[in-house]
Nanobody, 121 residues
Framework: QVQLVESGGGLVQPGGSLRLSCAAS????????MGWYRQAPGKERELVAT???????NYADSVKGRFTISRDNAKNTSFLQMNSLKPEDTAVYYC???????????????WGQGTQVTVSS
């Protein structure tokens, strides 16, 4: 079994910061890309940021310059540092990872259960 567990969500005032963490555990041979997505009420899930195993990153235009994604390959963990938060950043944030469970299998997508981020005064 493979699990992704997010932590670090909560309530923050506009302009504040939060740091999300995503820890992958279980039967894991390797992790390719990792990423963060979010879903606001009444909206579709959208990409926030992704990072490859080698450290190449990609961000949604709406978060560029404010959010930073990083990862610790040794600990199978990714992070999302969110600064200058805005009310429109309010959403459930989901961790994603493409995981290879065995050396001879392909990469398969896994999702965390989601963590709520609320930006409000």
């Amino acid at each position: 079994q493979v699990q992704l567990v997010e932590s670090g969500g909560g309530l923050v005032q506009p302009g504040g910061s939060l740091r999300l963490s995503c820890a992958a555990s279980g039967s894991i041979f390797s992790i390719n890309s990792m990423g963060w997505y979010r879903q606001a009420p009444g909206k579709e899930r959208e990409l926030v940021a992704t990072i490859t195993r080698g450290g190449s990153t990609n961000y949604a235009d709406s978060v560029k310059g404010r959010f930073t994604i990083s990862r610790d390959n040794a600990k199978n963990t990714s992070f999302l540092q969110m600064n200058s938060l805005k009310p429109e950043d309010t959403a459930v944030y989901y961790c994603h990872a493409d995981i290879r469970k065995l050396y001879y299998t392909g990469n398969y997508p896994y999702w965390g259960q989601g963590t709520q981020v609320t930006v409000s005064s």
